[in-house]
Every structure is written in C-alpha cells, then in structure tokens.
C-alpha cells in the first residue's frame, strides 16, 4: 500500500513544539524498506522538519491488527522542496534514492549527506532493457574516486527490475552537507531510468 495520512498521527502537542522535534505515530503494512525510501512522507511534508521522529509499526491489518511484524523510529533527514528523506534510528543506518532519467547517457546524480558518515553501500535498479554495451556505474566524492564505489549493470539480459550492488571500502567518508556523485559512462543504449539507493553509516556508528 502507498502511504496513507489517515494512518499518520501526531503524538503529544506538537502545536506548542517550540525547538524540539515533534514525534508522529504511523501504522502501515508497508515494509520499513518501502518506507525508508526519499518521497514515501512526502504528503505530511508541511507537517514534519528535519529531526522530527515517526514512531512506525508494520502490522498484518490497519484495518484488524492481529500481528506487528516490524517497529522502527524513523527520523526525518531532510526536508527541501517538499521531499521528506528519512533514515531508521534502529538501524543507525540512513537510505537516500535519486534516479537517473538515462542511464545510457554519459551524466551524473547526487545525493547530499545530511550528517558525518561513511558511505557503505550502493544499489542500482533499472526499470527496462540496455543495450549494445555494460553501463559503467561510479561513485565520487569531491571530485575523488570511491574506492569499492563502482558497479557494472549488464546489459546480456538485461530487464526491468535487475539490481546491481556495490560495498565501498574506502575514501568514502563525507561531511555534513557534502555530496555524493553517481556518474555513468553511458555507454549503453536506450533510454532507461536507473535508480540508486544509498546507504551512509553515521560516523558515530563505525566500527
């Protein structure tokens, strides 16, 4: 199910919030790895800022609940032109999307860091067949290469839904507010949207 703001509640009186972060409670039987994806709040994006926290139980029934399978604290990352990014406090990991409108054009997408962190994995998903050459994914930070930060989608079989991974190993740290580049050397064929899903590991949390 998509999101629904008939199941989003604010806790306590966030009218008078002053500076601390509202909480909300939301109840869904959405996976929290649907949830904690960039745009999934973005209908309560008025309501929500950067540090509010969204209690979230994924249960069998909104309608009947009978099970929960799955709780989590997500936490608001980031807020800009209405998309609301969000990261599980659980977890201490943080989950940011951008797509790419071609992956077979020669381009580049970016993600900010909204904390210190370690950028710790990469996925790509393209959403039809490539063509005639593999496209070359890579990653960088500040104009350096991320080592362990690159990934191949294929284009031998290539269909809708394949996904590609990458595990960066190092020169992959990035400030609060610094970017993250994902360039393709575009040299496959047809036009096809690929999506990436970052995930950044909060310095604090590194072993």
Known sequence: MAFSKTNFSPIGSNAKRGVAPQHFSYKTTDSLATMDTSGYFNDVSTMVEVGDVIHVEVVDSVATTTAITDTAQLVVASNASSVVDTYDAFSNKIYLTVTMADVSTASSVWVTAPVGCK??????????????????????????????????????????????????????????GQALEIITDGASTNTIIATYTVELTPINDVD
Do not use: R
């Open 119 to 176: 950028f710790s994995k990469l996925y790509s998903v393209i959403n039809g067949a490539i063509a005639t050459a593999d496209a070359a994914i890579t990653t960088e930070i500040g104009g350096t290469a991320v080592t362990g930060g690159a990934l191949t989608i294929t284009q031998s079989g290539s269909a809708a839904g394949d996904v590609d991974s990458a595990t960066p190993t190092a020169a992959n740290t990035l400030t609060a």
